[in-house]
């Protein structure tokens, strides 16, 4: 099943509250709060009071997809936020199973993003513990670019080890994508 969960990067930063609602009003399932830090992607974007404000004000998801150096330090501050589903690089962190069960026991959603020139072997084995992969389909950091389309091998190459594992994680695509590519 096809689920859209808009960015806020693409909203207005001035009209961020009517952009929301509006994404959730037409079928939004979930919000995605883009998080930068400057170090692991060149811009810097929101912080946890963005997460808060839109927690109070959405009936549906909102996931924080980390594009930070170091998520670790920041988990707790989206967390207490009321982020619903987190997702972090698998580029970024060394002890990945720790991050993972940690997310897991304050009961909430665990998403790994891969870049386009990461491997789906890098995140195999982290599959069965994880609730969605996400495949980046352009290089993180920038909004407006165009969709590489061979990443979208990577979705047909993780559809595949779901199906022959019994897995049950989602897999999403973030980046470059139109009306005309769904």
Known sequence: MLKIAPSILAANPLNLQRDCLEAEKYGAYRISV???DGHFVPDITFGHNIVAYLH???NIDIEVHLMVENPSSQLESFLNAGA???TFHI???SDVNRLI???KSNERKVGIAINPDTNIEN???YLEHIDELTVMTVVPGKGGQSLIVDCLDKVIQLRKIRANNNLEFDIQ????VK???L
């Open 84 to 86: 619903d589903v987190l």
């Open 34 to 36: 883009d998080v930068m």
């Open 179 to 181: 009306k005309e590519k």
């Open 123 to 125: 995140v195999e084995k």
């Open 173 to 176: 695509v973030d980046g470059g």
């Open 56 to 58: 109070g004000i959405l």
């Open 91 to 93: 580029e970024t962190l």
């Open 101 to 103: 069960d940690y997310i």
